[in-house]
């Protein structure tokens, strides 16, 4: 029982001891606000522009829930796709690896071009970033099913689409919620990068505003406030992975998976 307590309260000592050096380190060598703030000014920051980052916090995260509910669907299809048939990945794959490889940031002025600014191109920036995990994790979920278990699931009168729905799908939950905790952060990034290149509101905006003022507390407080987000979307995901797949690990093993 002490060593589950002690698990569950290490990230907050930790995170408390970081933000504390943190502010010794800056009040001790003199560094500017502008250069950079003390953990303090950061967090007053947050208090002082509560109603901003309140309004941008939602909008950031309504553009960033959007597009990972959109790559979420398509990225299971996809992954489905591809796991089950070898042709599709044969074609489909290297297109996938090659627009994964492009960066984002010269993306979202196209996005831009073809349907507006705002919050349109806020979700599929995100979408187009979490994406691509999904579908490889999804695929090599499938992929892993043994051929003699096949062999013997065939003989015993299932058909390939009982096979992938009845075991394949659900051996690749433990692959599917590992990539969507990745995924969420994903997201998030995706949708401050288009808010920040192009849009017209979101914490992206805020902070970009904030830089050319050079209201240096904003933007940590703005980069506080994104961490926090997508740190409590992590845990939701985690959660409900430890409440689906656990019986994917056994015993201490688990705590790649555990949602606290």
Known sequence: MKNIWLERLSPWILTIVLILLWEVIVKGFGISRIVMPSASESFYAIYEFRVGLWKSSLTTLYSTVIGFGIAVVFGVLMGVAIGISRPVYVTVYPLMVAFNAIPKVVVVPILVLWIGSG?????????????????????????????????????????ERDIVIKVGIP??????????????????????????????EGI???????????????????IIVI???????????????SRFTGWATRGSMNFATAGG
Do not use: H, W
């Not at 979490?130 to 003989?155: H, Q, S, Y």
């Open 171 to 200: 051996r690749s939950l433990p692959y599917l919620f590992a990539s969507l905790k990745i995924a969420i952060t994903l997201a998030f990034v995706g949708a401050v990068i288009a808010e920040t290149v192009a849009g017209s």
């Open 119 to 159: 919050l349109q191109t806020s979700a599929v920036t995100a979408f187009i970033l979490c994406f691509f995990p999904i579908v490889v994790n999804m695929a090599v979920g499938l992929a892993t099913i043994e051929p003699e278990l096949k062999d013997v699931l065939r003989a015993l009168g299932a058909k």
């Open 204 to 222: 992206g905006n805020l902070m970009l505003v904030a830089s050319s003022n050079f209201n240096t507390p904003l933007m940590f407080a703005g």
């Open 227 to 241: 961490a926090a987000m997508a740190t409590g979307m992590y845990g939701i995901f985690a959660a409900l992975d």
